[in-house]
């Protein structure tokens, strides 16, 4: 471990080197031995790594801003407590975000949006990035840019959905264009990763009371519900997710949104079936909870 203490701290001080050509070999080293070495992450963040590839994120040399964001993702695995103590990282990771369709290479981005969801994995982050409204509007963007490569937006859509996971981040979200963005994937993309990852953002975010009036907007209780329709050829995850959602805007919502799943039809009430049947224990559960709103609904609204 000694070895390791010394290697770390060598590999540090070549970070702080005059000479680009030293920095950029330490960094590739120091990627290479925390991907590798789980043992070593901690390590280097005690050794004072973190501060020199928080800084490095600024670089225009590509090579050097992918190596600095991927080690930042390897050392969030196990050291998230000092990243997040290290001054200036979130406002580096906004400036890649940020930069994502000019000056930031593509995996620096991914990475950092990566890193982002490491982080808040620790639910005392989540307050803290999600007032980063900076980064959530990089993020929001990144979704919305048709031309953003595939991994980046599933690697912002998993950001998001970590920054959602916090009530109070919500409003702040739809208040950013998080609704539009979010249901334009649903509708024009056809991965199903992708869709499956929007829809859980969609679940999330539909669980504050500015939701309802985003989500007639674009017409979301009727996009939810076609996702329900076996012919739409859903998956399980995807279906779950928009159960989820509906049941949010019900509960934060009320009886607005209960009408229009009645008015949509039968098959709406089938969908939900089909996910009580069929679908996990989370998802059954909320299934029923949906299910027993619905019909006890129909009452109220015929």
Known sequence: MEVKRRT???????????????????LAEIRLMTKN??????IFAEAGAIPYLAETLYSSCHDSQDNAAATLLNLSISSRAPLMSTRGLLDAISHVLGHH??????????????????L???????????????????????????????RSIKDALKALFGIAL?????????????????????????????????????????????????????????????????GTGSSSRIKENAVGALLNLVRCGGGGVVKEVK???????????????????KGKSKGLALLKVVEGGAKEWV
């Open 263 to 281: 008015e949509i039809g039968a098959g709406a009430v089938e969908g939900i079936r089909d996910v009580v049947e069929n679908g996990t224990a």
């Open 101 to 118: 369709a000019t000056d930031s290479s593509p995996f620096a981005v991914q990475s950092s949006a990566a890193t982002l969801y490491s």
């Open 166 to 230: 916090f009530p109070l981040n919500r409003a702040s979200l739809i208040d950013l264009g998080a609704t539009a963005a979010l249901f334009s994937l649903v509708l024009k993309d056809g991965r199903v990763g992708v869709v499956e990852d929007a829809t859980a953002v969609i679940a999330q975010i539909a669980g504050c009371e500015e939701s309802e009036r985003e989500f007639w907007k674009v017409s979301g209780v009727r996009v939810l519900v076609d996702l329900l329709d076996v």
């Open 8 to 26: 770390a701290r060598l590999l540090v001080k070549k970070l702080g080197s005059v000479s680009e050509l030293t920095r950029s070999e330490a």
């Open 37 to 42: 070495d789980a043992e070593s992450r901690p």
């Open 120 to 150: 808040l994995v620790d639910d005392s982050y989540r307050p803290i990035i999600g007032s980063k409204r900076d980064i959530v509007y990089s993020l929001i963007e990144i979704i919305k840019r048709h031309n953003s490569p595939p």
